[in-house]
């Protein structure tokens, strides 16, 4: 007896549906992906059960007339292409032609659909792949798609289903994707008739994400926008305190399409690098478009992890971008206690959220927090072994300089759960930071533990942490140096000679350009031996022999590729500026302080030390008065 046998059309559609039809997000998606390529401009999504039971998907594109809903369901039935060329131009999100057939094989679908020309619309009824009923309908102009009881005939399928909760979320980040890949697209989710996600579809991306993430993360982000020869980048990147530990929010759309990609993920970590504590993830939405021939389409469709050429001039693009983001970004971080009234600024093309005020009371905001956040209540760890803080400051910080709209003076702090934060935030219009000396136009108040410089300012007091200042300082003062390739060395009075391994001599031999453009200087001294004639400058000279070998351990163990030379100088200016910034518990005289001051103020970026904890940090005078119950 034969073994083969040829499968009949039911059972191969239904195990082709495992394919496209993982679960009822996988439905959803497919169909919104049909409505976007329809050029429907609103498109609404109601599931009940998490999508089991039923998920419609309604929007307002060409629709069908009734022809083409016929054929829609038939098994590579396809309008996007007609012939092999065609795939390699495809700018549309669908084109095998599979996913209503796959989608009816294994549910009981409902369409209903008519194009604007006809006035009459189709109705068809599809149980387990087979027509159950066809005939006109009224309908308004667009598409209607229910799914019905995904999987009733597969119940291996069935069973692999999660919790309603479980298949609601995958369905809620569907949604979320879409919102902030299509921002001139409305998107509505309804989950068991509860609105979870509305987009006003007004083409501002901004807007978008304060419908998908909330008020908290669309007054914190700054505005990403850069173009190439080779890319277009737009989006925003969060500041720092809107970091999370996953790289969850970190959404990456190329040319339309949501991607997961190695690169893209480095370049933002690379960007970020100096801004976040370790295990950090930033915040980014980032869109780029560049020509699909420098994209590797040839991935199977559902899956969405990609592939550059040209890695290289991508991955410089995207840090550019990004790092230009940021600096323009104000981000001393703010800490304000209790509900005051909000400034007039409300976000464009959303509503605002009700506000729930945090009560201000005693013990002031940065004490109160880690009895609000009770994992983060040790002390935050110092890489550089100075005292670590007791509590954090509240992320989201303040200033919009960078922003194009007034997108703050928004009401609530809407903290993610792992940010769970209390205390409000609050704005400050009137003060350009950037350019008006946000520190060395304050007043000096004085120093308290030797460690943190007292500022006041309008309506403000000011803490600087005396040593992430001056890290920040240093290590940007040798990157702006070495990026300009401008002198950064200086030469030694009495050289040290230094034994070291041959692997170390190797290296320092190959990549004695990369050393010298890190700012040192050596020669050979034979016998494994080398001389050091110069160490950059920043340094303290006592140090210099350890620092060089630091620095050299370091680069050792990274190894230098030509794609990380950047990163490895950039880590060894951390451990410079760590190494040569001035301790906390250090008295400073006015002078010092005022210098210090100074030189933050010329800094692009002056609002971290190169290991992410905050350089500064402000209470609001009506901060102090609630504290004290001046004012509730
Ligand atoms: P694909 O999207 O790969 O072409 P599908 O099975 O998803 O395949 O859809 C088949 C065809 O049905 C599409 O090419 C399109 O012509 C039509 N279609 C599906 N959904 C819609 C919709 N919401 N509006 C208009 N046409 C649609
Ligand atoms: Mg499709």
Redesign the pocket.
């Known amino acids: 007896m034969g073994r083969i046998g040829i499968l009949d059309e039911s059972t191969y559609n239904k195990i082709a549906a495992g394919e496209v039809v993982e679960r009822p997000a996988s439905v959803v998606k497919?169909l919104v992906e049909?409505?976007m390529?329809?050029g429907a401009s609103a498109v609404s999504v109601e599931i009940k059960n998490g999508g089991i039971s039923f998920i419609r998907v309604v929007?307002n594109?060409?629709?069908?007339d009734e022809d083409?809903a016929r054929l829609?369901f038939e098994r590579h039935?396809?309008?996007?292409i007609k012939t092999l060329d065609d795939l390699y131009s495809i700018r549309t999100l669908?084109?095998?032609?599979?996913?209503?057939?796959s989608i009816a094989a294994v549910s009981k679908v409902e369409l209903n659909t008519r194009t604007r020309e006809n006035t009459r619309g189709s109705r068809i009824e599809i149980h387990g792949g087979k027509v159950i009923d066809i005939r006109p309908a009224g309908c308004p102009a667009g598409?209607s798609i229910t799914v019905r009881e995904l999987f009733y005939n597969t119940p291996a399928r069935y069973k692999f289903l999660k919790k309603d909760a479980t298949e609601a979320g995958h369905v809620s980040d569907i949604m979320n994707r879409f919102a902030l890949a299509r921002p001139d697209i409305s998107f509505k989710l309804v989950n068991n008739g509860v609105t979870v996600l509305h987009t006003p579809g007004n083409s501002d991306l901004k807007s978008a994400i304060f419908s998908v993430y909330g008020s908290e993360a669309a007054r914190n982000i700054a505005e990403i926008d850069y173009s190439d020869k080779f890319i277009k980048v737009w989006g925003y990147a969060g500041k720092p305190e809107l970091a999370k530990a996953s790289r969850n929010y970190q959404s990456v759309f190329v040319n339309g399409r949501y991607v997961k990609s190695r690169l893209v993920f480095s370049a933002i970590d690379t960007a970020y690098e100096t801004a976040l504590m370790k295990n950090r993830y930033a915040f980014v939405v980032l869109h780029m478009e560049l020509n699909p021939m420098l994209v590797d389409v040839n991935v199977h469709p559902t899956k969405i992890e990609i592939k550059f050429s040209e890695e290289q001039e991508i991955f410089k693009s995207l840090y550019h971008a990004i790092v230009s983001a940021l600096q323009q970004a104000d981000g001393i971080r703010q800490i304000e206690i209790g509900g005051g009234k909000k400034d007039a600024f409300r976000f464009s093309g959303a509503g605002s959220r009700s506000s729930d005020h945090v009560q201000g009371a005693f013990p002031p905001a940065a004490l109160r927090l880690p009895e609000r956040d009770g994992s983060r209540s040790a002390p935050v760890e110092d890489p550089c072994g100075s005292p670590g803080m007791a509590g954090r400051p509240v992320p989201g910080g303040s200033r919009s300089t960078g922003f194009k709209e007034g997108g703050h003076g928004l009401d609530e702090l809407k903290a993610s759960p792992e940010e769970e934060a209390t205390g409000r935030v609050s704005e400050k219009q009137d003060e350009d930071y950037r350019a008006g000396g946000a520190f060395s136009a304050k007043k000096i108040v004085g120093q308290v533990f030797s460690t943190y410089i007292i500022l006041e300012g309008e309506g403000e007091l000011i803490l600087v942490d005396q040593h992430a200042a001056h890290e920040r300082i240093v290590f940007e003062r040798l990157k702006k140096k070495f990026h300009e390739k401008t002198e950064l060395s200086q030469a030694l009075l009495s050289p040290p000679v230094i034994r070291l391994t041959d692997i170390e001599i190797k290296l320092l031999q190959e990549e004695k350009d990369f050393f010298n453009s890190l700012g040192f200087d050596y020669e050979d001294f034979g016998n494994n031996s080398i001389i050091l004639r110069a160490v950059p400058y920043e340094c303290a000279l006592e140090e210099s022999g350890e620092l060089f070998l630091d620095v050299l351990g370091r680069v050792l163990s990274a190894g230098i590729r030509d794609e990380n030379r950047v990163k490895v100088a950039e880590d060894a200016f951390y451990q410079m500026a760590c190494k040569s910034a001035v301790k906390a518990n250090k008295r400073l005289s006015g002078d010092e302080i005022k210098a210090l001051l100074e030189q933050l103020d010329s800094l692009d970026y002056p609002f971290t030390c190169p290991h992410g904890r905050p350089v500064a940090i402000r209470f609001s005078k009506n901060d102090l008065e609630r504290m004290f119950k001046r004012k509730l």
């Open positions: 497919e049909n409505s390529d329809a929007d594109g060409s629709g069908m083409d829609a039935a396809t309008s996007k669908g084109f095998r032609g599979e996913a209503l057939t598409t």
